[in-house]
């Protein structure tokens, strides 16, 4: 998979060259290229950004770098390789879930547009909705300064997925939110050693052996998770599916 992200603060992306993403990336799994889309200015001062035409608060970004950057990038690719996903992070955008993480994990080529100020001249996303695949996304109902940190989270959320990413031992299938039975309920609690910790000690059924027993201690526990911090989720469970699991344990 390559990752494109074009950026005014390409230090912040820094975390990609480290855990997770930054192994994946030194194993040839991930090609990740950060931009600064002041490369793309030509003007003295690589200005991004003006006032807002109607007025109002904040400045935007200017379209004619965002465009040059774009061009370029998206320009950038052999013929032949398939077009990428333009993933635009903004508070407006739909929810970022573990659904579309794993929809975008499948796609080869993703390009991120992470926006300062108030947002990126409308003009712009306009543009590449009559060239490319665009989505534009949310990862949670609060307002930050940026987009990066979106990036950041979008980008370990889908690359988890993508195959050899994760080794078998860390296998995402018992994730919160994974498809299946447990889609859409929240990870149970976790233990490890030593046995006894400053007098709390470790549930039975963990230490039993019996691994029916455990699958459904453990599926027990994400459903009391999720019915108390998450009963909206509990709505959306699939009976017939946590039945069959229950079989199945
Ligand atoms: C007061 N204004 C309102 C509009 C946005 C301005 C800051 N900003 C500029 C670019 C940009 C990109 C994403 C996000 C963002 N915030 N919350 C989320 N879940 C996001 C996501 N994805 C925020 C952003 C602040």
Redesign the pocket.
């Known amino acids: 998979m390559r990752i494109d992200v074009v950026t005014i603060f390409p230090e912040y992306l820094e975390p990609l060259n480290v855990s997770l993403v930054g192994k994946a990336r030194a194993r040839g799994l991930l090609d990740v290229r950060v931009h600064d889309l002041r490369c793309w200015t030509h003007d003295k001062h690589h200005t991004v950004d003006d006032t807002p035409y109607g007025g109002g608060p904040?400045m935007v970004m200017k379209p004619e770098p965002w465009g040059e950057a774009l061009d370029e990038v998206l320009g950038s690719a052999a013929a032949d390789a398939a077009p990428p996903v333009l993933i635009v992070?903004?508070?407006s955008?739909r929810p970022?879930d573990q659904e579309l993480a794993v929809e975008l994990s499948a796609r080869p080529w993703l390009v991120f547009t992470?926006?300062?100020?108030?947002?990126i001249d409308r003009r712009v996303i306009e543009e590449y909705y009559e060239h490319v695949d665009v989505r534009e996304?949310?990862?949670?109902?609060?307002?930050?300064?940026?987009?990066e940190a979106?990036v950041l989270v979008m980008v370990e959320a889908i690359a988890r997925l993508v195959p050899g990413v994760l080794g078998n031992a860390e296998s995402h299938r018992d994730d919160s939110f994974a498809a299946g039975a447990m889609a859409d309920l929240l990870e149970g609690p976790v233990y490890t050693k030593p046995p006894e910790w400053r007098g709390r000690g470790i549930p039975e059924v963990l230490l039993s052996g019996h691994h029916g027993r455990i699958a459904r201690w453990r599926r027990d526990q994400a459903l009391a998770r999720t019915s108390a911090n998450r009963p909206d989720l509990i709505a959306r469970c699939d009976p017939a599916a946590l039945d069959k699991h229950d079989r199945a344990t």
């Open positions: 904040g992070p903004t508070p955008g970022f992470p926006a300062r100020y108030e947002g996304v949310s990862v949670g109902d609060y307002v930050l300064a940026g987009g979106p």
